[in-house]
């Protein structure tokens, strides 16, 4: 439904004041409805009990007297005739003063004839009725009900207006100060991801939204101590390791045989690689690096120039973007993905543009390609594929992996695809912050 609004506090907002007008809308009809009651009850008694009045005082008049009194009893609201004869009840449908007849009847006694022309309605106040005289005459009386009382109550309808506007404010405020601190907890969920040492979340709000706030906390303090944990290990794991390997090194270098000792130290040079590749990335070392503003056109084109005497690197861009990002990482990210294109390529071409939420570099070759199968598999750490991606054209197999975890470090991704017109294409999308 386009109707139906998509965040928590427009759906509270809406739900809130459509149940709120609902209740206005229907207590100003009961109120009205009771109102329009009793004013018409009210006015058709007194109103009876005028008329009753005036037929009295024209009753005991004798002959043309009568017409006199009539004449001097009218006024510009009410006026009075005698009538040689009277219309048939002809009054149909609902009107405001129904009980005029009978209010005339209960106070002139069961023997006064009432005929009754017209009664007062919505939009037209006016009324039509006859009374038979003792002399066989009608007394015809023609004239309105007050118009103000039974118009419609717009000083009623200007308050409930106003009160209404009144509440669907503080409902707004109520609902905001609800929503508010989800808002803040979804942030930082968000900015988790790529900031563990984030300050804590407030914990205010309802009952609920603390107890929630409180958890994500405590689950982001424990994150934070298993990381900072698996980077001490780690640490010890790679003085442990790299010991042993330099000592090898250098045993290598007295070694007699210089075919050998070439073998060995490429292979100990191998280890070395593999092993501070490995733990860099499960370390996170590459997006530890804080956010800096810079212009991205600029740092990509020193990085056009440090190719350019190792392959062919092409630049589409525009001539300035300023974006917050991590200069060295995303160096190192689009780093691997020249070397990949100018590796199976031969040459790489970039597209430095802009879309709806944030930026995207696009890096282009003219290689083979990958099978559809393989696009997603080569992110994975370690994996290789053999026939066009092998351990002596490739490296340890993290490359891509690294790219990965620098492109979701800035709210983005970084995916493969097939060129219709051959080679291959890495997208590597950033979300603007």
């Known amino acids: 439904m386009k109707l139906w609004p998509q965040s928590l506090f427009g759906r509270l907002l809406l739900l809130m004041s459509a149940g709120l007008l609902m209740a206005q809308l229907a207590g100003s009809m009961l109120q009205s409805w009771d109102r329009q009651r009793t004013l018409s009850h009210t006015v058709s008694h007194e109103l009876a009990q005028r008329i009753a009045a005036i037929y009295r005082v024209i009753e005991v008049q004798a002959g043309p007297q009568r017409q006199a009194m009539a004449t001097l009893l009218s006024t510009p609201s009410l006026q009075i005739h005698i009538v040689d004869s009277a219309p048939p009840v002809t009054v149909t449908g609902p009107s405001m003063l129904d009980n005029l007849p009978g209010h005339i009847t209960e106070v002139l006694g069961q023997r006064a004839e009432v005929r009754t022309s017209e009664l007062p309605r919505l939009g037209r106040f006016a009324f ?30 200007f308050n409930l207006g106003l009160m209404l506007v009144a509440v669907v404010l503080l409902v707004a405020m109520a609902a905001r100060s609800t929503v508010r601190p989800l808002t803040e907890l979804a942030r930082a969920a968000h900015g988790l991801s790529r900031n563990l040492r984030s300050p804590p979340v407030p914990e205010t709000g309802p009952t609920e939204v603390r107890e929630a706030a409180q958890a994500f906390n405590a689950m982001q303090s424990r994150i934070r101590n298993g990381i900072e944990e698996r980077e001490r290990f780690l640490a010890a794991v790679s003085h442990d390791l790299k010991t042993p390997l330099t000592r090898m090194r250098l045993r290598t270098e007295m070694m007699a045989d210089p075919q050998l000792r070439a073998q060995l130290q490429s292979d100990t040079d191998d280890m070395l690689q593999l092993l501070d590749g490995t733990l ?96 997603q598999k080569v992110f994975e750490p370690f994996y290789r594929v053999e026939h066009s991606r092998n351990r002596d054209t490739g490296g340890a197999g993290l490359g891509l992996a690294i790219v990965r975890q620098i492109a979701r470090s800035h709210g983005g991704d970084v995916d493969l695809s097939n060129r219709a017109e051959g080679g291959l294409q890495a997208r590597l999308s950033m979300v603007s912050k």
């Open 128 to 157: 039509k009725l006859h009374l038979r005289l003792s002399s066989g005459e009608w007394l015809r009386l023609n004239g309105s009900a007050p118009e103000g009382v039974f118009a419609l109550p717009w000083n009623l309808l």
């Open 280 to 375: 860099d990335f499960l370390r996170g070392k590459a997006v530890e690096e804080p956010l800096q503003r810079v212009d991205l056109v600029a740092l990509v084109e020193s990085l056009v120039e440090d190719y350019q005497s190792l392959g062919t690197v092409t630049l589409q861009a525009p001539d300035a973007l300023q974006w917050s990002c991590r200069p060295k990482a995303l160096k190192r990210a689009l780093t691997n993905l020249i070397d990949n294109a100018l590796k199976y390529g031969g040459q790489a071409h970039m597209v430095l543009a802009t879309g709806p939420s944030g930026v995207e570099v696009l890096v282009q070759d003219k290689g083979p390609g990958l099978p559809e199968d393989e696009l």
